[in-house]
């Protein structure tokens, strides 16, 4: 075996790039499984060699590093090969949200300046539309598999650094305004790593679509691990149970509201899934409640919560014992990241090598969220004694009314359950003589009596300060929530009102 000397003259080492995770897997174990999705899978080796093919494709059609290529798909394993060609041509993956319309898909389309749009049979018919209007070439997965084909299974490459951008996924927040978020390879490999040693990992059941974040980190670290992840068309309880079952899965990670919807089913059954070792959640607050009933149906399981974003990555993770000993927090800062709270305004502000380099093509919005280094989260968070950090409210969302602010979820915590109210959100509606009222928006039941201000007024009574009291009472027939993690808009929710009050 030939070694590489130390010291001077030592050849320049390959970078953190995701082309070399598929590289380096389908060198190691071509045979085993890396994907699957219902009866469909496909092998490290087979990612790695149509990999090359479609890469030597997306070149003839004049693709290079550093363009973007804007992939509208619903999830399929035939954008999996598409993935890894693109990172190893250097050029940036840029996913569409497959349950977007064609005005939403053209808000993002403007904003990423694509090189190319590849589509899915699904979006074919829009993606004509779509390409006209911006003057864009465009391609199924089946049109580019079909030019793979007639190309060779030489390997291509690797044309990326790891500081390039990797990856734009794009997110709304609350202002329904697209902002793509920049990740480098860099950050998305060191995001998915899995440590210095390869451990006995076993399959993970992915309930993410292939356009979200949450999706791709959870592959990534199944393939750094050269193991299998398992993709669902939909995330029911269902479909959750049968999918750990069928593949004995070690782990899952699921949104709180998917969580209910397996214990429900669990429930009806009298089952358990004690094939699972690793139990995560996170995204939204997951009630004590719940945690205790995933224990119960995940006997095997170490329970894991955890804190992050698109920007930041893994922020912090409550993890053990300390999800039953420390109700409420989302636990201590990860290795990688420095955590500290604004004093002017309570924000959870982090920085380390997990961050984002900024929003594509927005200096504005980049110099709004990172300041000497440190992401600003927008979430206000405090800390307790011994370091664990806990969630209490979004600084934009802070309704300020007479001077007093009022953190909508701390309203909303007491408001629940209200008779008549399916769904509550609070928000703040602009007044001229407060500044902002608290509002409490209400999807009402389809049966019996809606509730009253009145009522909602007396709920808080004795429970909440007066000034935190809702002063309006507004109905809706639905709450608007982003497509992938079900957050409230609250800003869109207030925009709504306004627009009906001025109508």
């Known amino acids: 075996m030939l070694l590489s000397p130390v010291g001077r003259g030592r050849p320049e080492l390959p970078g953190l790039t995701i082309g070399t995770v598929f590289r380096n897997a389908a060198r190691a174990v071509p045979h085993r499984t890396a994907a699957i999705l219902g009866g469909q899978s496909l092998t490290?080796?087979?990612?790695?060699?149509?990999?090359?093919?479609?890469?030597?494709?997306?070149?003839?059609?004049?693709?290079?590093?550093?363009?973007?290529?804007?992939?509208?798909?619903?999830?399929?394993?035939?954008?999996?090969?598409?993935?890894?060609?693109?990172?190893?041509?250097?050029?940036?993956?840029?996913?569409?949200?497959?349950v977007l319309g064609g005005v939403e898909a053209a808000a993002i389309a403007r904003v990423a300046d694509p090189a190319i749009l590849i589509v899915d049979d699904e979006h074919a018919g829009a993606a004509g539309e779509l390409a006209a209007e911006l003057n864009l070439p465009w391609a199924t997965l089946?049109?580019?598999?079909?030019?793979?084909?007639?190309?060779?299974?030489?390997?291509?490459?690797?044309?990326?650094?790891?500081?390039?951008?990797?990856?734009?996924f794009f997110t709304s927040g609350s202002t329904g305004t697209p902002k793509g978020v920049v990740l480098s390879h860099r950050v998305n490999y060191l995001r998915s790593h899995p440590g210095s040693q390869e451990e006995a990992r076993g399959a993970m059941v992915c309930i993410f679509p292939l356009f979200h974040m949450g999706a791709w980190t959870i592959s990534l670290q199944q393939w750094q691990a050269r193991d299998a992840v398992v993709y669902l068309p939909h995330a029911d309880g269902p479909a959750v149970i049968e999918a750990v079952r069928r593949h004995g899965a070690a782990r899952l990670n699921a949104l709180p509201a998917v969580w209910q919807r397996v214990l429900d089913t669990l429930a009806a059954e009298g089952g358990q899934l004690p094939s699972l070792q690793l139990a995560d959640s996170g995204t939204s607050a997951t009630p004590p409640p719940l945690l205790a009933e995933i224990a119960k149906a995940c006997p095997n399981a170490f329970i894991r919560i955890f804190y992050g974003s698109t920007e930041a990555g893994n922020v912090a993770s409550l993890t053990?014992?300390?999800?039953?000993?420390?109700?409420?927090?989302?636990?201590?800062?990860?290795?990688?990241?420095?955590?500290?709270?604004?004093?002017?305004?309570?924000?959870?502000?982090?920085?380390?090598?997990?961050?984002?380099?900024?929003?594509?093509?927005?200096?504005?919005?980049?110099?709004?969220?990172?300041?000497?280094?440190?992401?600003?989260?927008?979430?206000?968070?405090?800390?307790?004694?011994?370091?664990?950090?806990?969630?209490?409210?979004?600084?934009?969302?802070?309704?300020?009314?007479?001077?007093?602010?009022?953190?909508?979820s701390e309203v909303e915590a007491v408001l629940a359950g209200l008779p008549g109210a399916a769904e509550i959100?609070?928000?703040?509606?602009?007044?001229?003589?407060?500044?902002?009222?608290?509002c409490a928006v209400v999807v009402a039941h389809h049966d019996g009596e809606p509730p009253t201000l009145?009522?909602?007024?007396?709920?808080?009574?004795?429970?909440?300060?007066?000034?935190?009291?809702?002063?309006?009472?507004?109905?809706?027939?639905?709450?608007p929530r982003t497509p992938a993690t079900g957050q409230l808009q609250r800003r869109l929710i207030v925009e709504t009102l306004v627009k009906e009050e001025a109508s």
């Open 454 to 479: 009145a009522m909602a007024r007396e709920r808080c009574a004795g429970k909440l300060a007066p000034f935190k009291h809702p002063r309006a009472l507004r109905f809706i027939d639905r709450l």
């Open 142 to 168: 089946e049109e580019l598999a079909a030019e793979a084909r007639d190309q060779s299974a030489e390997p291509v490459p690797d044309a990326a650094d790891e500081r390039d951008t990797h990856v734009l």
């Open 425 to 438: 959100a609070v928000v703040g509606l602009p007044d001229a003589t407060w500044g902002e009222v608290v």
């Open 320 to 408: 053990g014992d300390d999800v039953f000993t420390k109700p409420g927090s989302c636990g201590l800062p990860s290795q990688a990241t420095e955590a500290r709270i604004d004093p002017a305004n309570g924000e959870l502000c982090v920085r380390g090598p997990l961050l984002f380099d900024g929003y594509f093509g927005n200096p504005d919005a980049t110099a709004g969220a990172l300041a000497d280094g440190w992401y600003r989260t927008g979430d206000l968070a405090s800390v307790d004694d011994d370091g664990y950090l806990s969630i209490v409210g979004r600084a934009h969302d802070v309704i300020r009314s007479g001077g007093e602010s009022v953190v909508p």
């Open 44 to 98: 490290f080796g087979q990612i790695d060699t149509e990999a090359d093919r479609v890469a030597r494709a997306l070149m003839a059609r004049g693709l290079q590093a550093g363009s973007r290529a804007l992939c509208w798909t619903s999830t399929t394993l035939d954008v999996v090969p598409v993935f890894a060609a693109l990172a190893r041509l250097g050029v940036v993956y840029c996913p569409l949200p497959g």
